[in-house]
């Protein structure tokens, strides 16, 4: 059905989107240095999220191994900071695990270039390989959902023991600058903070452009019934490579804007309890909805850091019962509430019935 | 019957499951533009021979030739979708979160690439087709409707259109007419009778009186083997058929009216 008519919920819809993008872009003219950093931060957050709603709202496939891609992204990035700001020197951590040469491939993240396309690349390729031997032995649902989880298992502990490539525990820290200019000023902050939206925006009107295609409807033909769409021809497997590569990328670009707005990536921030927060944000937010999985990740990051603020114990349990409550009232997330608003004239699609999503 | 016309043909297939021989030795020959019935009692290895067609079960031994030369045993699902045979489930599989008209969209038939499908755009030609087939279903007003919230036999007839947009060579339906109510069988028979005139069927059914309105050859199984061909006059006659097909059923339903 092709049929676009300017109904009253398409214009509001439209005005409400072009006020979020002017209100976002001008944020810099009425938010603190220190908040407009943390937006920018949130904004990176939220290009992850459009990743995994693509896989998980779209296709149904949970994975919880997204703290991965996105920290290849990160330390992809992060290594290009660390080698610009040691000069030519060895990184800090190297001279104390007793490292004399720069290891073979560090070298080539001298360039900001080659960072910035491997901080795609490498988490991409991953998720092409272990999707490739996942998908193609149709191995689904939990399964595939625990095998995530032991991604993140291996690649934590491969960093955390590798203390001379990695920086170990530690991580990635001390930068100076980034493409000559010092990370820490305001104007380079606001600079990235503008890049960041400009990136957002770009992975958004991507993932619509998915979502809205004929492919889009696959995936989520793929997540109602695979069987079924099997025995249409389409094979699931490739479709599902495809979004598993395509979520592993964004969260790798995630990766890299965080580690430039925050200054520091470390297993920790790659590992488990991140991992799930990510898919906690969508959650939330509401599956299935771009919009909702992008907004959930802003504002539970929001509420997050403002809470963290006061009572820096209690936000834990707060996100958990958050959570519950979304889980059991609100399938759809936050998003599904706006839908139950009644719009003047609004085009009629049968029942508002709900969606059955594959649970896991 | 010259090897021209025949258009799908099971060798000898066996199939075993866990030691369970659910078919033995099966032969089946249909013929282009064949409407065949596949009948027997529960547990014959009717559905099972479809599932060997389709691909969805391996045979341990045997052959499935397509067209006369295109072994399906060694293809994969989709594969053999796309060579030409569409399958029909026992329960009505359609895709519940996309609307009847989207599930018509990703059925039609057409390039099944990711990057076709990333690309493809609805023509002038594709949206009159899908409206034709929403017409012959009988679903023309629920277009914009979610699949999910259709009635039991609207995703029946959903998923028909459905298969017939996809443009098979070879249909294989698994008991159409299940659980309809008698208004919704006798349209379902309607469709299957403008379905069968341009391609060759195969349909697996319980209800007898549905089958008798089709003057076509039935094919009866027993215990994983064949059993009786020939048209449904001559295998209502047959005393084997009728010791396990027919006869056990009345000896079932004395039963249950006994117990009552």
């Not at chain 1, 919920?9 to 409400?16: C, E, K, V």
């Not at chain 1, 991965?68 to 330390?75: K, M, Q, R, S, T």
């Not at chain 2, 547990?43 to 030369?69: E, N, R, Y």
């Not at chain 2, 697996?204 to 009866?220: G, P, Q, Y």
Request: with cysteine.
């Amino acid at each position: 059905m092709r049929e676009r008519s300017w109904t009253a919920q398409r214009i509001y819809m439209l005005i409400g989107y072009a006020a979020a993008a002017a209100a976002l872009f001008c944020a810099p003219l009425y938010l603190s240095d220190f908040r407009l950093n943390l937006l920018a931060k949130f904004l990176a957050f939220a290009i992850v999220a459009l990743g995994l709603d693509l896989i998980w709202g779209y296709t149904g496939i949970l994975s919880l191994g997204h703290g991965v891609f996105f920290g290849l992204g990160a330390y992809a990035m992060a290594m290009y900071l660390k080698l610009e700001a040691s000069g030519d020197k060895l990184p800090d951590f190297m001279g104390w695990s007793g490292l004399a040469n720069l290891p073979w491939f560090w070298k080539p993240f001298e360039s900001f270039w080659f960072a910035a396309a491997a901080g795609i690349a490498i988490p991409a390729l991953l998720a092409l390989v272990l999707g490739f031997f996942t998908f193609r032995n149709r191995i689904k649902g939990v399964y595939f959902t625990i095998l995530t989880q032991a991604l993140v298992i291996i690649t934590t502990t491969l960093f955390i023991g590798q203390q001379a490539l990695t920086g170990g525990t530690n991580g990635l820290t001390g930068f100076t600058t980034v493409l000559g200019y010092p990370i820490g000023s305001p104007d380079t902050k606001r600079m990235l903070f503008w890049v960041t939206g400009a990136v957002l925006l770009a992975v958004y009107l991507m993932c619509r452009y998915i979502v809205g295609s004929r492919l889009g409807k696959v995936l989520r033909a793929i997540r109602d019934g695979e069987n079924r769409a099997r025995f249409i021809g389409y094979n699931p497997a490739s479709y599902q490579i495809f979004v598993f590569v395509v979520s592993a990328a964004l969260a790798g670009i995630g990766g890299m804007l965080f580690v430039l707005h925050v200054g520091i990536i470390s297993p920790s921030m790659m590992a488990i309890v991140p991992s799930i927060e990510m898919v906690l944000w969508v959650a939330i937010g509401g599956r299935g909805t771009l919009i909702g999985a992008a907004a959930g990740a802003v504002l539970l990051n929001y509420a997050k850091s403002s809470f963290s603020e006061s009572y820096p114990d209690a936000w834990l349990f707060f996100l958990g019962g958050l959570f519950v409550v979304v889980v059991v009232f609100l399938p759809k997330g936050a998003v599904g509430l706006l839908g139950k608003i009644k719009w003047p004239k609004r085009r009629r699609t049968g029942h508002e019935q709900q969606v059955r999503h594959s649970a896991v | 019957m010259s090897s021209k016309s025949v258009i799908l043909q099971c060798k000898e297939v066996s199939v075993e499951f866990d030691g369970f021989k659910a078919v033995t030795g099966m032969n089946l020959e249909l013929a282009r533009g064949e409407l065949r019935f596949l009948i027997g009692p529960n547990g014959a290895g009717k559905t099972t021979v479809l599932d060997v067609i389709c691909g969805k079960v391996k045979p341990v031994s045997g052959k499935v030739l397509f067209q006369g030369k295109t072994e399906l045993t060694r293809r994969k699902e989709h594969q053999i979708a796309e060579l030409g045979v569409g399958r029909k489930f026992q329960a009505p599989s359609i895709f519940p979160s996309l609307t009847v008209m989207e599930n018509l969209e990703i059925s039609m038939r057409q390039q099944r690439g990711l990057l076709a499908a990333l690309r493809a755009r609805m023509t002038r030609e594709d949206e009159q087709r899908l409206k034709d087939q929403l017409q012959m279903i009988g679903l023309e007003r629920k277009g914009a409707w979610r699949a999910g919230g259709l009635s039991h036999g609207e995703k029946q007839w959903l998923e028909i259109g459905m298969l017939l947009l996809q443009e098979p060579q070879v249909l294989l339906l698994d008991e159409p007419v299940a659980g309809m109510t008698d208004k919704e069988t006798h349209k379902t028979g309607e469709l299957l009778r403008q379905i069968a005139a341009k391609r060759s069927v195969v349909v697996v059914e319980h209800d007898m009186e549905f089958v008798r309105n089709f003057a076509s050859k039935v094919t009866v199984m027993h215990e994983g083997r064949l059993l009786r061909e020939g048209t449904m006059e001559e295998v209502q006659r047959d005393a084997r058929v009728a010791e396990v097909y027919l006869g056990k059923r009345r000896v079932e339903l004395d039963v249950s009216r006994s117990t009552a």
